[in-house]
């Protein structure tokens, strides 16, 4: 049974930082693309950034030069780290897995999702 993790968010004031971790169980973690979506209030789910376990990313627009995504392919575990947070940051974030090759950004893409995590950032 596959499952995933995350653990990490909270509150923090508008330019602070936090680190997401996800912990990956019941699949071949080296061989899946990891990522991280989140999702607004009212709003689509949307992809933040991806790692494949060579160590190509992705990221969106917004999260270029204040989020970085890591993996430990040892640990079964993927990493978010968000810092210069602003307001508009808040959302649930969400790690997901994908068994295939390439860097996706679809939520449909993704196989295997984790239930979420918490980021509130205030003003």
């Known amino acids: 049974q596959v499952q995933l993790v995350e653990s990490g968010g909270g509150l923090v004031q508008a330019g602070g930082s936090l680190r997401l971790s996800c912990a990956a169980s019941?699949?071949?973690?080296?061989?899946?693309?990891m990522g991280w979506f989140r999702q607004a209030p009212g709003k689509e789910r949307e992809f933040v950034a991806a790692?494949?376990?060579?160590?190509?990313?992705y990221y969106t627009d917004s999260a270029k030069g204040r989020f970085t995504i890591s993996r430990d392919n040892f640990a079964n575990t993927v990493y978010l780290q968000l810092n210069n947070l602003k307001p508009e940051d808040t959302a649930v974030y969400y790690c997901?897995?994908?068994?295939?090759?390439?860097?996706?950004?679809?939520?449909?893409?993704?196989?295997?999702w984790g239930q979420g995590t918490q980021v509130t950032v205030s003003s």
């Open positions: 997901a897995a994908d068994r295939s090759v390439g860097l996706r950004t679809r939520t449909s893409d993704y196989d295997y």
């Open positions: 790692r494949t376990w060579s160590g190509n990313t």
């Open positions: 019941g699949l071949p973690f080296s061989r899946y693309v």
